[in-house]
């Protein structure tokens, strides 16, 4: 049985639920496939609307938030299949996903990855800085991806067989927005854990402002100051990480003082540029990334000191 597995928070999941639910009546798959839902702790009306996903599928609501990390660890408790396929809950799935899982129940290979795509219609202005970070980091063929299969490794459509999610979990200390999937991927990675990456990619249904991109860039970019406190010793994991990769680079130089007064100068002009979501350059925006994490490794008043 393949059990896909949804974390749910604050968002209204229900048409995604039904979308499945009738892709599995069409194929006669009841008995292979079934959909699980968690709600990580979601305000009263998310819940309100969601309430409809009982009827079609398994649906627990949790009474405190737990993090992106143990959500996903949680479905093993409650998902009967053999196969545990992650979906976000913001996904949205063609006619023909069902019938394309299906297709792989016997692949050799302990993880499936699906792929992702953006709707280019919803390349509008005032999104601009998702749809142009999405496209360039996250879309690419199977061929493609084969091409480097951990780094393109992405959980939002990934399946993968019990015993292996069983061995390997998500890092329960990861508890806030991105990397988690960077993180898994390099354990399995180590594992040599074989990836089959396949075009049954999923769309993302909704994309955030700018603004709200901008915050959540800046929350995962934190995320990986907090990864590189428990990691910074592994230099095989930091050198897979672009970002990190950077920032031992221009430290090594001696360069991050001089890198750090730079982006203090151009921070606020960066941030109104890429809340105008025109011509904004990925170049730019690294660079922008680059500056919150010397910041939140360098120049925060936390307890933890750059490793030297």
Not at 87 to 112: G, M, T, W
Request: charged share 25%.
């Amino acid at each position: 049985m393949i059990s896909i597995c949804i974390p749910i928070y604050n968002f209204y999941a229900y048409p995604l639920v039904r979308r499945l639910f009738n892709q599995v009546e069409q194929q006669n798959a009841q008995e292979q496939v079934e959909v699980v839902c968690i709600d990580d702790h979601s305000s009263g009306y998310y819940l309100n609307q969601n309430m409809g996903i009982c009827d079609i599928a398994t649906y627990l609501r949790l009474e405190k938030n737990i993090g992106r990390s143990r959500i996903r660890n949680l479905f093993l408790k409650y998902a009967k299949g053999d196969w545990l396929l992650f979906l976000d809950n913001d996904a949205q799935v063609p006619d023909s996903y069902i019938k394309n899982i299906l297709k792989y129940q016997n692949a050799k290979a302990d993880v499936v990855c699906g792929g992702t795509s953006y709707d280019p219609r919803l390349d509008d202005q005032q999104y601009h800085l998702r749809y142009l970070v999405g496209t360039s980091e996250e879309t690419a063929s199977a061929d493609q991806r084969t091409a480097d299969p951990y780094r393109t490794l992405r959980v939002n459509n990934m399946m993968i067989r019990r015993p292996l999610f069983e061995r390997i979990k998500f890092d329960p200390r990861i508890t806030s927005y991105g990397y988690e999937d960077v993180l898994f991927a390099y354990r399995l990675q180590m594992a040599s854990v074989p990836i089959l990456h396949v075009d049954n990619p999923i769309t993302h249904a909704a994309l955030e402002t700018n603004a709200e991109y901008l915050h959540k860039a800046i929350e995962g970019v934190e995320t990986l100051a907090d990864i590189y406190g428990f990691m910074w010793e592994d230099q095989r994991f930091c050198h897979s990480v672009p970002l990190l990769k950077t920032y031992n680079k221009v430290r090594r130089w001696k360069m991050l003082g001089v890198t750090y007064r730079l982006f203090k100068l151009f921070k606020t002009p960066m941030e109104s540029h890429f809340a105008s979501g025109k011509a904004i350059s990925l170049k730019q925006f690294e660079f922008y990334r680059l500056g919150i994490l010397i910041h939140k490794l360098n120049h925060s008043n936390s307890d933890t000191e750059t490793p030297e």
